[in-house]
């Protein structure tokens, strides 16, 4: 890869998974070290002149830590984040402890809309919920949101579409 970033450079984007800060990244992984393992890959990759977007799961123990890691992330210059909530598709699996409820489906949105208005410029931040109706649920809820930020949701996943991740 490093060969390749500099006889190429900004020709292959890497999309990476960071679920979190240490804490919430290091839980889901089920390893004390792949916080640490996962940033000094990313740090490698963007030293070498490649070009990163981060793939971030919303789950219970990151929704209040989204700040930190994407500031964090905007400190390392990571082109983008994409933060999509933790689901289970196959109910034999047992995440049902990390999945979000819809009520922290909603903060999250709430949390995230803030943080790209904050990190506006730095770093592109998008919320991707494909399984979570948010604009029928705002306005069900009356939740106040300026109406810029309705028109730009759902946003459906675009992995196996448009995108291969590895």
Do not use: W
Request: with cysteine; glycine share 4%.
């Amino acid at each position: 890869f490093e060969r390749f970033i500099i006889n190429k450079p900004n020709s292959i984007t890497f999309h990476i998974s960071l679920d979190g800060d240490k804490i919430g990244h290091n839980y889901l992984r089920r390893n004390s070290s792949a916080y640490d393992n996962t940033l000094n890959n990313i740090k490698k990759i963007i030293s070498y002149g490649g070009k990163v977007n981060v793939e971030t799961i919303a789950h219970k123990f990151n929704i209040y830590s989204m700040e930190s890691m994407i500031s964090t992330l905007s400190d390392l210059k990571v082109s983008s984040i994409y933060i999509h909530p933790m689901f289970n598709p196959y109910p034999q699996d047992n995440v049902f402890e990390k999945e979000l409820t819809i009520e922290e489906r909603m903060e999250v949105f709430k949390i995230v809309h803030k943080l790209k208005e904050k990190y506006s410029g730095l770093i592109l931040i998008n919320y991707i919920d494909s399984y979570f109706p948010v604009i029928p649920y705002i306005f069900k809820n009356k939740i106040n949101l300026k109406n810029e930020v309705v028109s730009k949701y759902p946003i459906n996943c675009v992995a196996g579409l448009e995108k291969m991740f590895i």
